[in-house]
């Protein structure tokens, strides 16, 4: 997927789940995306695990901290 598909698709499943507002920043988006490299399943790993970060840090928007979090996670599973 291209780096406005992953957002899409992001959008799209927080829609999904009840989610009308934005929950991830653009900058936490770009990073999942690059990583990613758009590749659904992994931008889904990394999406899931952000929103733990962003739980832990008992932030309110999943941002470049939580996402580089998130990559941290998954690299080291």
């Known amino acids: 997927m291209t780096q406005e598909e ?3 698709y ?3 499943h927080l829609k999904l789940a009840g989610r ?3 929950l991830f920043s653009d ?4 990073l999942i995306h690059q990583v ?3 590749l659904p399943r992994a ?3 990394l999406a899931r695990q952000a929103l733990i970060a962003t739980f832990a840090n008992k932030s309110a928007i999943v941002d470049e901290k939580s ?3 998130a990559i941290s996670e998954v690299d080291s599973e």
């Open 6 to 8: 992953t957002k899409s």
């Open 27 to 30: 900058e936490a988006l770009g």
């Open 67 to 69: 996402a580089r979090q």
């Open 20 to 22: 009308t507002d934005a």
């Open 10 to 12: 992001t959008v799209h």
């Open 43 to 45: 931008v889904n790993n």
């Open 36 to 38: 990613s490299r758009g």
